[in-house]
């Protein structure tokens, strides 16, 4: 097994970039005062161990933890791993594709929406007189990408509307969601989401395995990188200082950078709600067992922005936000004994 391991690390370091790679050994050699002979041979220790890439190495602060700490953190492989364990491939297909997540969690997500697929002209010209304000998806997009907020103002027409939804090619239009006034005095010009992470544990229940707060930040229309952590499973409170968005930045704020408003004891509005939502919703598709949930919290309640069947590792562990330096996969154990993550 530690062969195959050493020659899986092998495969990966021969197949990255190597001026990447030789990147991050620099910057953790600065970091933590080590040669960077030392950083190569406890990078590569830590990929075939702990199944760490070279960004997890900086990203999580591995050149400051003890083997029996690092063992605790759901690594890039580890991820990998989880996923393959316990999603059913033939599956993603309803949360890689936004009109297909809208249909199958219609009940959950809130808001009027229209499928570009499947929409006639008058379908969206109805739709442009119905509403004011429009936020348009493309199909396959993640983290934003390719997303717009437009306001029926800025066109003098349906017709207008429609040729330039159409020249965009988005795949869905949605009828625009509105923060919970709370979350607006944070910060107001995005959706603030929590991304809820499921998982239906080996008892064949659906469990809440962690919840962080977004915040957008610098006139973005969207909370992805922004500033985020943490909250309490059970009261939904802001733990610990915001990271700031790029898992690389280990700075940390205790109020948002752009409106000062307090973060650390920060209270989600309708988080009871939420986390009961989400565990509902975790059962829709069992076959998906892990899945990451946005999750906007409006003036009347929670809604389900959408589902992602890959749910990145880095940033709900990043340092300052991990007590003792203690990783997920503790928690996640509790959960899953069965996953062989070795």
């Not at 530690?2 to 021969?14: F, N, R």
């Not at 059962?283 to 009347?300: E, F, L, N, S």
Request: glycine share 8%.
């Amino acid at each position: 097994m530690a062969e195959s391991k050493l020659g899986y690390a092998v495969k990966v370091v021969k197949n990255a970039s190597m001026d990447k790679f030789l990147k991050e050994v620099k910057k953790a050699s600065k970091r933590s005062g080590r040669n960077p002979a030392f950083v190569v041979k406890d990078m590569v220790h830590c990929m075939r161990k702990f199944g760490a890439g070279y960004y997890d190495y900086n990203i999580f602060k591995f050149y400051e933890l003890t083997d029996e700490q690092r063992d605790t953190y759901l690594t890039r492989f580890r991820s990998k791993k989880l996923i393959a364990q316990y999603n059913d491939e033939s599956y993603s297909h309803i949360f890689d594709n936004k009109n297909e997540m809208n249909e199958v969690f219609k009940d959950y997500i809130g808001r009027k929406y229209i499928d570009m697929d499947t929409a006639t002209r008058e379908d969206i010209e109805k739709f442009y007189e119905e509403h004011d304000t429009f936020f348009c998806k493309i199909k396959t997009g993640e983290c934003g990408h390719g997303a717009e907020v437009l306001k029926k103002e800025a066109f003098g027409s349906a017709e207008g509307f429609y040729n330039y939804v159409k020249q965009k090619d988005f795949g869905t239009i949605e009828e625009q969601i509105v923060n919970h006034p709370d979350l607006a005095k944070v910060y107001p010009y995005s959706v603030n989401c929590m991304r809820m992470i499921t998982l239906i544990g080996d008892d064949g229940e659906p469990h809440l395995l962690l919840a962080v707060q977004k915040f957008g930040r610098n006139g973005r229309i969207v909370d992805n990188y922004g500033v985020h952590g943490p909250v309490d499973l059970e009261t939904g409170v802001f733990l610990y200082p915001a990271h700031p968005g790029d898992t690389q930045d280990h700075r940390l704020v205790t109020k948002h950078p752009n409106t000062g408003y307090p973060l650390i004891g920060f209270q989600v509005p309708y988080f009871k709600e939420a986390k009961e939502m989400v565990l509902k919703a975790a059962m829709v598709v069992p076959q998906m067992r892990y899945i990451g949930w946005d999750v906007a919290v409006t003036p009347t309640g929670p809604v389900i922005i959408e589902g992602n069947n890959y749910c990145a590792h880095d940033f709900w562990q990043l340092p300052g936000q991990t007590p003792g330096g203690i990783g997920i996969m503790p928690t996640l154990l509790k959960i899953v004994p069965s996953f062989n993550y070795r």
